[in-house]
T-cell receptor
Framework: GDSVTQMEGPVTLSEEAFLTINCTYTATGYPSLFWYVQYPGEGLQLLLKATKADDKGSNKGFEATYRKETTSFHLEKGSVQVSDSAVYFCALSERGGGADGLTFGKGTHLIIQP | DSGVTQTPKHLITATGQRVTLRCSPRSGDLSVYWYQQSLDQGLQFLIHYYNGEERAKGNILERFSAQQFPDLHSELNLSSLELGDSALYFC?????????????FGSGTRLTVV
């Protein structure tokens, strides 16, 4: 079945550091890929998405590129802030937008120190 | 406030009991999804309802059931509870199926089975 693998952390960085959170996936077809963010005590929020190979999703300074050849969707940000501290989830949907549910990675806890 | 309301926020109950979790979707959304988040399994898709009808089933146990009412709110019923059912249960809504990028998550119900 489908699966998503991501580094679990915690990942601790200093403010203004460069961020990469790795995400790789296994799927039988051509999935859509997502990054969600969860702040303490809140539900998940969509951060960015990509629906086909070589698409780049971006939002709030975060970027991720859909790499079919390496089955990856790594999340990057050039300069992190303390407010970026949260748990980040990589997810896929096998059929379009997720009517059959999203498959999530286990989440990466990111801690940004001032 | 995401617009998706889940009640109660916290629930503590004993093994063997039955509980009902409630979700009110964002105004105008017809699809409701239920997810379970636990430390060992991560985020798992349980079930999807669209406009009162079941659309997709994920890793939902037979002891669990759900329904969506004419006013579009949804309830997740968990019975014969076991210690391993302790988890965060999230509801998400979208305007229609296949809009995974349009998911709006509630802040969850934390269930503790003792």
């Amino acid at each position: 079945g489908d699966s998503v693998t991501q580094m679990e952390g915690p990942v601790t960085l200093s403010e203004e550091a460069f961020l990469t959170i790795n995400c790789t996936y296994t799927a039988t077809g051509y999935p859509s890929l997502f990054w969600y963010v969860q702040y303490p005590g809140e539900g998940l929020q969509l951060l960015l998405k990509a629906t086909k190979a070589d698409d780049k999703g971006s939002n709030k300074g975060f970027e991720a590129t859909y790499r079919k050849e390496t089955t990856s969707f790594h999340l990057e940000k050039g300069s992190v802030q303390v407010s970026d501290s949260a748990v980040y989830f990589c997810a896929l949907s096998e059929r379009g937008g997720g009517a059959d549910g999203l498959t999530f990675g286990k989440g990466t806890h990111l801690i940004i120190q001032p | 406030d995401s617009g998706v309301t889940q009640t109660p926020k916290h629930l503590i109950t004993a093994t063997g009991q039955r509980v009902t979790l409630r979700c009110s979707p964002r105004s105008g959304d017809l699809s409701v999804y239920w997810y379970q988040q636990s430390l060992d399994q991560g985020l798992q898709f349980l079930i999807h309802y669209y406009n009162g009808e079941e659309r997709a089933k994920g890793n939902i146990l037979e002891r669990f059931s759900a329904q969506q009412f004419p006013d579009l709110h949804s309830e997740l019923n968990l019975s014969s509870l076991e210690l391993g059912d302790s988890a965060l249960y999230f509801c998400a809504s979208s305007s229609r199926p296949g809009q995974g990028w349009g998911y709006t998550f509630g802040s969850g119900t934390r269930l503790t089975v003792v």
